[in-house]
Structures are given as C-alpha cells and as structure tokens.
C-alpha cells in the first residue's frame, strides 16, 4: 500500500545550523511529492513541490528538497534555520489513484529551534 | 493568493450535539476536502468534493457528513458529536482535479466535545 514516512518525530537544532527532514515514500509510479509546513495554530502551507525534471526543488523561505528515486525520498533542508522555522513539517505524496485522487500525508515531524 | 476561510478557530460542544463546521474558498475552486488531524496520525481524510452538490467519502467518514451547496463554500457536519471527535479540523481547498495541483489549507477549527 502506499504510505509516507517521516522517521523523525521531533527535531531540535541550533538557530543557524543547518536542517534535514526526511520523507520516504511507498509508491510505485512516479509519485507527485510535496512538503508543507505548519506553524502553530495555522493551517498548512506549501513550501516546495516536485513533479519531475530537476530533482532538486526550490521553495519558499529558503527551503529545498531533493528528489532521490533509488532512495525513495524526498529530504527536505536548509542551509540555515531562523527561530521562525519553528513547526510542524509535513511531507505529502500525490497521484495515488484509488477511486479518487489522493493525496497521503506523512506524520509530521515537529522543529524546535534553540536561540 | 488563496484564501481559505474556516468560520472558528475554536469550538466547544457537547456530546449529542449537531456541529456545524463552515469554510469558504475565495478562488473558484472546483475541489474542496475536510481532513482532521491528530497526533501522531497525520491528517486524515473525511470528505471531499469535485463539484457542487458532488460529494465524496474520504478515508474515516463514519460520523460526519458534508454539504456543498455553492462553489465555495463546504460544509462539515456532525450530526451526533461525541467525544472521540474531539480534533482538529482542517479545510482545503485545490483548482481543480489534476494531480499535480497542490491543496490549499484553512487555518484549522479546534473543536472539543465534552
């Protein structure tokens, strides 16, 4: 069956330091993958998104992921975390047909960052 | 941008209780979805809608209903709540059926059953 993994449930780094988030994904086809972030008390919002070409994705507020089909992942970093980073980051696989187009998201993994 | 709107962003009910929960989208979107989320299980799909009047069972339906009236405006409905929907809510919204279209979240409506 198709699933999302995000091995890490909770992640504290250093404001500064550098930042990966890994995502692996269950999926045979090409899968459309996406990571979003939520900040507490609001809804999700897109960060990045990969469908094909270039399999390394630029997104906003200096987020990028990289797309590693031998892997299965799809890795989201930066390269330097604000405080503001602080979150919930979810990463989403898309064009699962079933009976309806679905989207299956990961658990989430929680961002603290130290002043 | 889009703009999805949820009616509350916190809401307290009693069990046996008929729940309303409101979103609007202001895009003209075709699709609309209600997820709840819990933790440590990510965000679940209840109902979703492709059109208006169109409805369509997600992955834990059991409990709720929906209704979609007008383009933009979806509705979530518990026509019995009880304490195990206690959650929190969440409205999105995408363009159109196409699976490379991302969804658009509201901000979320925490709701508590007592």
């Known amino acids: 069956a198709q699933s999302v993994t995000q091995p890490d449930i909770h992640i504290t780094v250093s404001e500064g330091a550098s930042l990966e988030l890994r995502c692996n994904y269950s999926y045979g086809a090409t899968p459309y993958l996406f990571w979003y972030v939520q900040s507490p008390g609001q809804g999700l919002q897109l960060l990045l998104k990969?469908?094909?070409?270039?399999?390394l994705v630029q997104g906003i507020k200096g987020f990028e992921a990289e797309f590693k089909r031998s892997q299965s992942s799809f890795n989201l970093r930066k390269p330097s975390v604000h405080w503001s980073d602080a979150a919930e980051y979810f990463c989403a696989v898309g064009g699962v047909r079933t009976s309806y187009d679905k989207v299956i998201f990961g658990p989430g993994t929680s961002l603290s960052v130290i002043p | 941008d889009v703009k999805v709107t949820q009616s509350s962003r916190y809401l307290v009910k009693r069990t046996g209780e008929k729940v309303f929960l409101e979103c609007v989208q202001d895009?003209?979107?075709?699709?609309m979805f209600w997820y709840r989320q819990d933790p440590g299980l990510g965000l679940r799909l209840i109902y979703f809608s492709y059109d208006v009047k169109m409805k369509e069972k997600g992955d834990i339906p059991e409990g709720y209903s929906v209704s979609r009236e007008k383009k933009e405006r979806f509705s979530l409905i518990l026509e019995s709540a009880s304490t195990n929907q206690t959650s929190m809510y969440l409205c999105?919204?995408?363009?159109?059926?196409?699976?490379?279209?991302?969804?658009?979240f509201g901000d979320g409506t925490r709701l508590s059953i007592l």
């Open positions: 999105a919204s995408q363009v159109e059926r196409a699976l490379n279209q991302p969804q658009h």
């Open positions: 990969y469908f094909s070409g270039d399999t």
């Open positions: 895009m003209d979107h075709e699709n």
